[in-house]
C-alpha cells in the first residue's frame, strides 16, 4: 500500500508541475515492488506514470544522477579526483558465500587428509560417539556431495599456502565483521 502511495504520489507531483519541469525521476531501490521482469524497469503496471521521455524510472540514484548529467564533461572534470566505490550488498554477500564455501572445503579435505591416515575413524549413522576423531558415515557421505559441488563451482580449490589460507580467512572474517559478527567469526 505504502509503495502505490509513492507511485500515486510521484504521479500527482508531476502531473501538476508539468509546465515548470522537462524531466522527473523516479529512484527506487525496491524492484521487487516497483519493477518488472528487468529491475532497470517499471513494471508494467506503472506504465501510465513512467513513459521514458519525461518520467524516467530508476533503481539507483548515481544512475539518476548520471542521467542528468553531461558524462563527458563531468568524467573531464573528475578524471584527475579518484576515490573508493562502496561495493553493494549483493557483491558483499557474493564474496563471503564464495569464502565461505572454500573455508569450508580446506577443512573438508583437511578432515579427509586425517580420515586417511586413521586419526577419524568413521562410524555407523547414528551412533552415540561423537567427536573430532569419529565422523558418521551419513554425515560424510553427504560433505563429499557438498565438496563436489566447491569443485564444480570454482576454479580455485586451493591448495593453498599457509599465507593464502590466512588471507581467505582474514578476507571471510572482515566481510562478516562489516555485516555485523564480532571479528574472527569463522564459524559456519
Keep these: 500500500m505504502a509503495d502505490a502511495m509513492l507511485a500515486e504520489?510521484?504521479?500527482e507531483f508531476r502531473l501538476s508541475h508539468i509546465s515548470e519541469y522537462e524531466t522527473f525521476r523516479f529512484v527506487t531501490h525496491n524492484v521487487?515492488?516497483?519493477s518488472g521482469k528487468d529491475h532497470r524497469q517499471p513494471h508494467d503496471d506503472f506504465a501510465d506514470i513512467f513513459d521514458g521521455n519525461s518520467s524516467l524510472f530508476f533503481n539507483a540514484t548515481s544512475s539518476a544522477i548520471e542521467d542528468l548529467l553531461d558524462l563527458e564533461e563531468f568524467h573531464y572534470e573528475n578524471s584527475f579526483a579518484w576515490?573508493?566505490?562502496?561495493?553493494?550488498?549483493?557483491?558483499?554477500?557474493?564474496?563471503?558465500?564464495?569464502?565461505?564455501d572454500k573455508v569450508w572445503y580446506n577443512r573438508h579435505m583437511n578432515m579427509m587428509y586425517h580420515l586417511d591416515n586413521g586419526d577419524i575413524e568413521v562410524v555407523p549413522a547414528g551412533t552415540k560417539r561423537?567427536?573430532?576423531?569419529?565422523i558418521?558415515?551419513?554425515?560424510?557421505?553427504?560433505?563429499?556431495?557438498?565438496?563436489?559441488?566447491?569443485?564444480?563451482?570454482y576454479e580455485d580449490t586451493g591448495p593453498w599456502s599457509d599465507f593464502e589460507w590466512g588471507m581467505l580467512n582474514g578476507k571471510l572474517s572482515a566481510l562478516r565483521w562489516v555485516l555485523g559478527d564480532e571479528w574472527d567469526m569463522l564459524d559456519g
Excluded: P, W, Y
Excluded at 554425515?139 to 557438498?146: C, G, N
Design 136 to 153: 558418521h558415515e551419513d554425515i560424510l557421505d553427504q560433505a563429499k556431495i557438498a565438496a563436489q559441488r566447491v569443485r564444480d563451482k
Design 83 to 100: 576515490e573508493d566505490e562502496t561495493r553493494g550488498l549483493q557483491e558483499i554477500m557474493s564474496a563471503m558465500d564464495e569464502l565461505f
Design 130 to 134: 561423537h567427536g573430532n576423531d569419529v
Design 9 to 11: 504520489t510521484f504521479q
Design 32 to 34: 521487487t515492488d516497483f
